[in-house]
C-alpha cells in the first residue's frame, strides 16, 4: 500500500486496515503463510501518519492471532498480539537513499527514509509484523515446559522422575559420614 505524500493534510491522517478488505495486507498473510505462519483472526493495521513538513511520523498498532510452538512445553497455542509501533520517516531526494552516509544516520537517529512522492507502508509493516513475535513464545506465563527425563508436559500432569534421585558425580558425597573428633 501505497499513500501519496501530496494526498496527506497538515497533522494527523487517520487509516485503517483489514486484511479482510485489503488486497495488499491479503499478499502479506499469504506470503507470511508461506513461511509458516498460521493466522488465526485477520490482521488489523490502525495507525495515524503525522504531517509535519518536511518529515513525517507513523504511528500505530497492529493486531492479529497466529498458531504458535511454546518454548516451554512444544504445545501449539494461539498467540495473541496487539503489539504498538512508532516511526519517523523522511522524505530524501532521489539517488541519495543509497548512500552510506544516509544508512548510518538512518540507524543512528531510528529514522526511515524514503524517496519519491509515496510512502510504501507494505515493509514498514511486514518489519513490525516479525518485531511483534516474541523470541520465544510462552503458553502461558507459569508454564512448566516438559521433564527432561521421560518428557512428559507438566502443565498437563506431573511425572514421578522427580521422586527419582539424580545420579551426579558428586552423588558419593551426600552418602559421605564425617566423624566428629572428640
Known sequence: MKIAVTSLVEG???????SQKEDWLKELITHLTKEGYQFKSPLIVDANLTKVDPDFYLRGKLKFSVDQTC?????QFPLNVNSPFEIALANVPSGKLRSPELAE????????????????????ITEQFFLSIPYQSLCKPDCL???QQCGTNLNSKMCQCAEKKSITPFSVLQEMKLFKQE
Open 12 to 18: 494527523e491522517n487517520p487509516f485503517h486496515f483489514d
Open 71 to 75: 518454548a516451554r512445553c512444544a504445545e
Open 105 to 124: 544516520e538512518s540507524e543512528e537517529l531510528d529514522i526511515n527514509f524514503f524517496e519519491g512522492h509515496e510512502i510504501d507502508l507494505n515493509p514498514i
Open 145 to 147: 515446559g516438559i521433564c
